[in-house]
């Protein structure tokens, strides 16, 4: 995780900046880390399938609160492992989806 | 404490209780199908802090639910909302606690508080995107429309609790409802995030003491 870059010292009056910080307090209650901890979260940090605890409903759990405090809507035919796989892959959906709004 | 009680279809069903014989008494709807493993540390332990706090509660196992032998697919809604008030009146607690989807179960006339309700509809729709999330890794295509349309009548396995059909149709448009006497703690009351949203059951025994201090309150008042 030391190479990693970590995007929670971006300017915060920025769209991108802020999707970054709604997502990490989400994954923060929904793995139970502080935010210290989801900090050190980089854009290659893998999630489904590389952390146990993210199961099916956990998912489901994670886009539902995604979809609550961004305001978009996934659907579930645009939900697939690529876009689960890494914080930076579920990072890049969530921005795209923002800015269709 | 364990104790058991006579539920309306037969069976007996056990029953975790702190009974005292005091004079407050409320009986706990806890949190509904994936919702009610997570929640269950947090939920007695409001159950222990309302004890120091000299109000007794019941928390029911109704027909299907944890230890229950009754099958799950046999419940509905409506028979949950019976059993519920037959449990009130064995126990003599007139005083009801929902928690999250529990609210959906509680009595119309029955006082008491409501922590975090939550809509059949909004937790079945969670439900249903983990059933097409999960077969989807399995690779099978299912569409939450065509599990619904078949779930209502003939009932569907989701999140591991097969749920009847008769199930699906009244969950799906419930919506939790506050009458006269009945108060809603909100998540912010508590502070921090609620404890549904883990991936994991987790506990914390912050939030648990506030919302038993909450109910004392309003006891006292």
Redesign the interface.
């Known amino acids: 995780m030391a190479n990693e870059t970590a995007l929670s010292d971006t300017p915060s009056d920025d769209p991108i900046a802020e999707t970054d910080r709604i997502l990490r307090g ?1 994954l ?5 880390l502080s935010a210290e901890q989801v900090a050190l979260f980089g854009l290659e940090t893998g999630l489904f399938g590389h952390l146990p ?13 995604i979809e609550d405090r961004t305001g978009i809507v996934i659907e ?1 035919d645009e ?3 690529e876009m689960l796989e890494t914080y930076g892959a579920l990072l890049g959906f969530v921005e795209t989806k923002r800015q269709e709004v | 404490m364990t104790a058991v009680w006579p539920s309306l279809d037969g069976s007996s069903e056990y029953a975790l209780t702190f009974d005292r014989g005091r004079a407050e008494r409320l009986v706990v709807i806890p949190a509904l199908f ?1 919702e009610s493993n997570k929640l269950r540390h947090f939920t007695v332990e409001v159950m222990r802090s309302l004890d120091q706090a000299g109000v007794d509660t019941f928390l029911p196992d109704l027909p299907g639910q944890n230890e229950s032998l009754a099958p799950l697919q046999d419940q509905t809604l409506s028979s949950w909302r019976d059993e519920v008030l037959a449990a009130a009146k064995h126990f003599g607690a007139p005083l009801v606690l929902t928690i999250r989807g529990g609210a959906l179960l509680a009595p119309q006339h029955l006082p008491g508080w409501r922590y975090a309700p939550l809509g059949g509809s ?1 937790q079945l ?3 249903l ?6 077969s ?2 399995a690779g099978q295509q299912e ?2 429309e065509s599990l619904l349309v078949a779930g209502r009548t003939e009932g569907l396995e989701l ?1 591991g609790y097969q749920l009847g059909g008769s199930m699906i149709a009244e969950f799906e448009a419930a919506e939790p409802a506050l009458c006269e006497g009945q108060t809603e703690i909100a998540q912010s009351d508590l502070g921090g ?2 404890l ?5 059951p ?1 506990h914390n025994q912050d939030q648990a003491e506030k919302l038993a201090a909450i109910i004392a309150e309003g006891l006292a008042a």
């Open positions: 989400i923060c209650d929904v793995l139970g605890e993210l199961d099916s409903m956990a998912v489901a759990g994670l886009l539902t609160e579930d939900v697939d492992g | 994936d909004s729709r969670s439900m995107r983990a059933r097409v999330l999960s989807k890794e569409s939450q999140a995030p609620g549904w949203l883990r991936a994991e987790d």
